[in-house]
């Protein structure tokens, strides 16, 4: 039976000891097609902040995280024990840090607060990097769609992923799927991607 892995949802970053940094995107794609791929007869594991789970899947192996470091410890310790054929990385992971994380909470009676970000590390190349012989496909945002393709093949080429799917802010449901070669395919629904994504993995050995 192959083996899927999807990854879903925010990674938080510390600022202190009760506040965080995060983002808005929800891990609802990636629970979508962890349900569609499991329909499909495959083993499927995914790594979710629990933050955005209502309910469990039957027959899906979850794997929860909220914060970056845990994130990256328990991809890394998964992807050494287990290899999977296809890892759709949809995570919206945290791109800075914090230079200082505050060990107590921060007064709010101060009048300014200015944070030192530093960036993270690349999930993406740490993914490639431990599933040589996965389909890794990668996701890629952007504000609006201006160089959108360009942006997004590029940093396919620099994470040596074999395929990423590119959307902007401007309009999240509309998609662009590229491969290698820069051949560019429009999703319009998620069931479109998954369509995608499933055909690939269908056709190899």
């Known amino acids: 039976m192959k083996k899927v892995l999807i990854t879903g949802g925010p990674t938080w970053v510390k600022i202190d000891r009760v506040r965080i940094i995060s983002n808005i995107f929800s891990g609802k794609t990636a629970l979508y097609l962890a ?46 024990k287990k290899q999977y054929d296809l890892v759709i990385h949809s995570a919206a992971v945290s791109d800075f840090r914090p230079k200082k994380v505050f060990k107590e909470k921060v007064s709010s009676k101060n009048k300014k607060w200015i944070l030192d970000l530093v960036p993270t590390q690349k999930i993406i190349r740490l993914i490639r990097k431990l599933s040589p012989k996965a389909i890794v496909v ?3 945002l952007e504000l609006n769609k201006k160089d959108l393709i360009e942006k997004a093949y590029r940093s396919l080429k620099e994470n040596k992923t074999d395929y990423v799917i590119a959307n902007a802010l401007e309009n ?34």
């Open 35 to 80: 349900r569609e791929f499991k329909n499909k007869g495959f083993c499927v594991s995914i790594f979710l902040n629990p933050s955005v789970l209502r309910k469990k899947i039957k027959g899906i192996n979850f794997i929860y995280f909220r914060y970056y470091e845990e994130f990256k410890k328990k991809i890394t310790e998964e992807l050494k």
């Open 138 to 140: 990668q996701f890629k």
């Open 172 to 205: 999240l449901k509309k998609k662009y799927f590229i491969d290698k070669k820069k051949n560019v395919k429009i999703l319009n629904t998620k069931k479109d991607l998954f369509v995608s994504l499933y055909q690939i993995l269908r056709n190899t050995n």
